[in-house]
């Protein structure tokens, strides 16, 4: 399994800011092997009372797509 070195790595490469929101979207996907929408992570995040944004969410996980860290499925 990919590691935060992986998170920072990915967002500095993409020339984004490694932040505690990014970290906590990574810790949802990685906290679970179901798979989930967007909306389902974000959700799980607003229950547990963090303050992130649905871009975040959104954005984090194209990011992890596009840096092979996750897989999207149809």
Same mark, same amino acid.
């Given at each position: @399994?990919?590691?935060? $070195?992986? /998170?920072?790595?990915?967002?500095?490469? &993409?020339?984004? %800011?490694?932040?505690?929101? #990014?970290?906590?979207?990574?810790? &949802? =996907?990685?906290? $679970?092997?179901?798979? %989930?929408?967007? &909306? &389902? =992570?974000?959700?799980?995040?607003?229950?547990? $009372? /963090?303050?992130?944004? #649905?871009?975040? *969410?959104?954005?984090?996980?194209?990011?992890? *797509?596009? $840096?092979? /860290? *996750?897989?999207? @499925?149809?």
């Amino acid at each position: @399994m990919a590691t935060k $070195n992986s /998170l920072t790595k990915a967002l500095k490469k &993409e020339g984004l %800011r490694f932040t505690n929101q #990014r970290q906590a979207v990574w810790d &949802e =996907i990685k906290s $679970n092997d179901d798979h %989930r929408d967007a &909306e &389902e =992570i974000y959700s799980a995040l607003r229950s547990n $009372n /963090l303050n992130v944004s #649905r871009a975040t *969410v959104y954005r984090t996980i194209d990011v992890l *797509v596009k $840096n092979r /860290l *996750v897989r999207k @499925m149809d």
